[in-house]
């Protein structure tokens, strides 16, 4: 890897979160942000 450029870019929810049913808008965001993108980093 180059520098400090990132190997791989984190990706938006491809979905409204809030269109959901069933599930918290909160909950879906929460484990995008920690779960995904976290493993993400850390490629």
């Given at each position: ?13 491809p ?17 995008h ?11």
């Amino acid at each position: 890897m180059a520098g400090n450029a990132p190997a791989y870019a984190i990706k938006p929810l491809p979905f409204d979160p809030k269109s959901i049913k069933g599930l918290s808008e909160k909950i879906l965001v929460s484990h995008h942000d920690n779960n995904y993108a976290g493993a993400v980093r850390r490629l």
